[in-house]
C-alpha cells in the first residue's frame, strides 16, 4: 500500500512540473499573445543561425527583416525578390527547427511595383503580417494590396524623423484606411522619443497588430544610447503595458527586438522570456 501511494505521490509531482509550463502556454493562446524574435536581434549571424537561436529559446515563430545572409548551403540574403527555390529552402530549414516566419520587416517599398512584389512574396511564404513605414502616397494602395492578399500591415514608429515617431501621425495618416492597415508598436522607440509607451498602447486600440516590445535603459548625460536591458531591470512600465493590453483584448505578436549584447543575447533573452511569462502569469 505504502508503495502504491508513493507512486502516486511521485506521479502527481511529475505531472505538476509537467502541466505547468503548458498551463502558462495556454494562457497565452487563449489571450491571443504570441511570442516570437525580430531577427534583427541575431543581425551578427546568418538567418540559418537566427532560427537556430529562435529554437533554442523554445519559440516557434520569427520575424525577418531583409538583409540578413541566409548562411550556409542558401545564397544570397533575406529577400522578397528571391526566388521560388530559395523561398523553399528557407521555408524548410525554418520548419525543420519548428520555427514559422510569421512576420516580414521593417521594409519601404520604393514604388507600386515593389509593393506589390513584397504582397506576393508574403503570400508564397505564408506570412501573414507585413511591418513596415510605407510613404504617405502609398498608403491607399498598401491598403487595398493588404485586402486582395488578406495580409496585414503594422506600420513601425522608428524615431524621428519617421513619418510615424508619434502615434498621433499614425492615427492621422490612417485615418479612412481598412483595419487590415495597423500598427507594430516600439516601446522603446516611443520611451526614447518622449512618448509614454502606456499612453501611446491606449491611442493604437483597435488598431494594433504587433510590438517590438523591449526595456531600455536610463538616460545618461552624456550618453547618446539608451540602449536596450533585461525586461523589468528598465524604465518602461512593462506591467502597465501588459495590464493595457489585456484591457484592449489585444490579440497579436510581441516580438522581441533586443538590440544589446549583439554577440551573446540568448541568455539575456531568456531572462526576458522568464519575466514576461511571470508578468503575464499575473496579468492575464
Request: charged share 25%.
Amino acid at each position: 500500500m505504502r508503495k502504491m501511494i508513493y507512486k502516486s505521490v511521485l506521479l502527481l509531482l511529475v505531472l505538476t512540473a509537467a502541466c505547468k509550463p503548458s498551463t502558462q502556454q495556454g494562457k497565452l493562446e487563449k489571450a491571443g499573445w504570441e511570442m516570437g524574435v525580430q531577427s534583427y536581434t541575431f543581425h551578427k549571424f546568418t538567418f540559418k543561425e537566427a532560427v537556430d537561436k529562435v529554437n533554442q529559446l523554445g519559440l516557434g515563430a520569427i520575424e525577418v527583416y531583409f538583409g540578413q545572409p541566409l548562411g550556409e548551403g542558401m545564397e544570397g540574403s533575406m529577400d522578397f525578390r528571391m526566388d521560388k527555390k530559395t523561398q523553399h529552402q528557407v521555408l524548410e530549414y525554418a520548419r525543420s527547427k519548428e520555427v514559422k516566419i510569421v512576420a516580414c520587416g521593417v521594409v519601404i517599398c520604393k514604388d507600386e511595383a515593389e509593393w506589390k512584389q513584397l504582397f506576393e512574396f508574403a503570400n508564397q511564404m505564408g506570412i501573414k503580417l507585413i511591418t513596415s513605414e510605407p510613404e504617405y502616397k502609398h498608403l491607399k494602395y498598401v491598403d487595398e494590396l493588404a485586402n486582395q492578399f488578406g495580409i496585414n500591415v503594422a506600420i513601425h514608429n522608428h524615431p524621428k524623423p519617421s513619418n510615424y515617431w508619434n502615434p498621433d501621425m499614425f492615427l492621422e495618416a490612417v485615418d479612412g484606411l481598412s483595419n487590415r492597415i495597423g500598427a507594430c508598436a516600439d516601446v522603446g522607440h516611443w520611451k526614447r522619443m518622449g512618448v509614454d509607451p502606456v499612453e501611446g498602447l491606449k491611442k493604437y486600440e483597435g488598431r494594433l497588430k504587433a510590438l517590438h516590445f523591449k526595456d531600455i535603459k536610463e538616460k545618461v548625460e552624456g550618453e547618446a544610447e539608451q540602449h536596450d536591458v533585461i525586461w523589468g531591470t528598465g524604465i518602461l512600465d512593462m506591467n502597465g503595458m501588459l495590464v493595457e493590453l489585456k484591457k484592449q483584448g489585444f490579440e497579436g505578436l510581441f516580438s522581441i527586438e533586443y538590440e544589446h549584447n549583439w554577440e551573446n543575447s540568448v541568455p539575456d533573452i531568456q531572462e526576458n522570456i522568464s519575466y514576461f511569462n511571470e508578468l503575464a502569469e499575473q496579468v492575464l
